[in-house]
């Protein structure tokens, strides 16, 4: 694709690139069968710019036809009882807090399914999702006979289905037509002002505050602080009624009606100007993060210890492309049976179950994401291993 030279959000001018990055895998949940198909994986090239008008960030190379969302996409969290308790809570809340009790729901982006029966059995009518990737014969649920799932992405040939509420969590930041987007959701909607609309996606102010480089992948293509969302959703034409941090401030929350006053009067706006000094700093910081983390890893693999990841999901695959030197970790693991067995793209390193540990007997394991921590902390001890933990 070529180079864009206005933001996908405000149409502005200008675009700052402030990083770069060559020859990173351009799917991060897609895990191979065959090591050697792994390391070869197609790469593409990273240049976020940030947006000096309205706040937003996006990678001014991006190129969809590279990203493949399929039945072979592997993005779900549901494993983990850490999460699975996150999004039970979060359902149940948006079905209280609107009132979605035997209303119907649609979900933009289902992955595999989870969240929208979540959302069933905490007391909403029914319910549609539609993504590439979905698998309902993976789901068990009581609600199956009230839930229609669609193997496709959205767009206005799906302008026919209705809903009282259009959720879409963990979507819009794999969108690089940010504004066409949620244009359409908006223009589909019509003239159903009660409609709710519930976003969820990561929040990248906290990405740029603490350099985390292993939060920046091909698929992501666009980023958004608090601040920059609410002007989107405002400019798109709804009123945005919270706007909310969750997840131990990793995720955003967005909710909103159909409106739009078009006024961007919020405590909740992120200053433009404080989020342009991150994405500098970010851009100058990136590689001195980037060798700590390799040199600390690399002296304890000096010194005859190893080294596993727990997380084999986009986070791994960003940390791994980025520390360079695949010798320093041994394994991946992941508590997902159905990544089990492969391989990491661009890396090529094995994904492994927790049982496998022991005989590795590493010194240290890095959590992926420190939301995990007391979870992988009780796997460990379950396991008998004396392994340090560490969380990025």
């Known amino acids: ?61 991006f190129d969809p036809s590279r990203a493949e969302y399929s039945g072979r996409y592997e993005e779900t969290q549901g494993y983990s009882a850490t999460f699975v308790e996150f999004g039970r809570n979060l359902a149940k809340r948006w079905v209280e807090a609107y009132d979605l009790h035997g209303e119907h729901v649609l979900e933009i982006g289902c992955g595999k399914g989870e969240f929208l029966t979540w959302m069933v059995e905490a007391g909403a009518g029914s319910g549609v999702g539609i993504d590439p990737g979905v698998d309902p014969e ?122 739009g006053s078009g006024d961007d009067r919020s405590k909740l706006s992120t200053d433009v100007a404080d989020v342009a000094a991150l994405a500098r700093r970010f851009g100058a910081r990136f590689e001195e993060q980037a060798r700590a983390w390799h040199d600390r890893i690399a002296a304890i693999v000096g010194r005859g210890g190893r080294v596993a990841l727990w997380g084999g999901g986009s986070k791994a695959v960003a940390f791994l492309t980025t520390l360079g030197d695949r010798s320093l970790i041994d394994v991946v693991v992941d508590i997902n049976p159905r990544k089990q067995g492969r391989y990491i793209a661009g890396t090529g390193h094995p994904v492994v179950g927790p049982e496998t540990l022991p005989d590795l007997a590493p010194e240290l394991v890095v959590a992926m994401n420190p939301v995990y921590a007391p979870e992988i902390a009780s796997a460990l001890d379950d396991l008998k291993l004396s392994a340090r933990l560490e969380s990025l």
């Open 1 to 61: 694709m070529t180079r864009i030279d206005t933001c996908p959000a405000c149409g502005a001018g200008g675009l700052e690139v402030f990083h770069r990055a060559a020859g990173v895998p351009t799917n991060s949940c897609l895990l191979l069968e065959d090591p050697e198909e792994a390391r070869d994986f197609p790469r593409g090239n990273l240049e976020l710019a940030f947006c000096g008008a309205c706040g937003f960030i996006t990678n001014v190379v």
């Open 138 to 259: 993976r789901l068990e649920t009581g609600a199956a006979e009230r839930i229609a799932w669609i193997a496709d992405f959205y767009d206005d040939r799906y302008a026919h289905l209705q809903a009282d509420a259009i959720v879409c969590r963990h979507t819009l930041e794999h969108i690089h037509p940010v504004s066409d987007f949620l244009h359409t959701v908006r223009r589909n909607i019509g003239d159903r002002r009660d409609a709710v609309v519930l976003f969820e996606l990561p929040d990248t102010l906290r990405v740029l505050r603490e350099v985390a480089f292993w939060d920046v992948y091909y698929e992501h293509c666009s980023y958004f602080t608090i601040g920059s969302l609410i002007r989107l959703f405002r400019s798109c034409g709804f009123d945005v009624l919270d706007a909310s941090y969750a997840y131990e401030d990793q995720y955003l929350l967005i909710e909103a009606r159909p409106g």
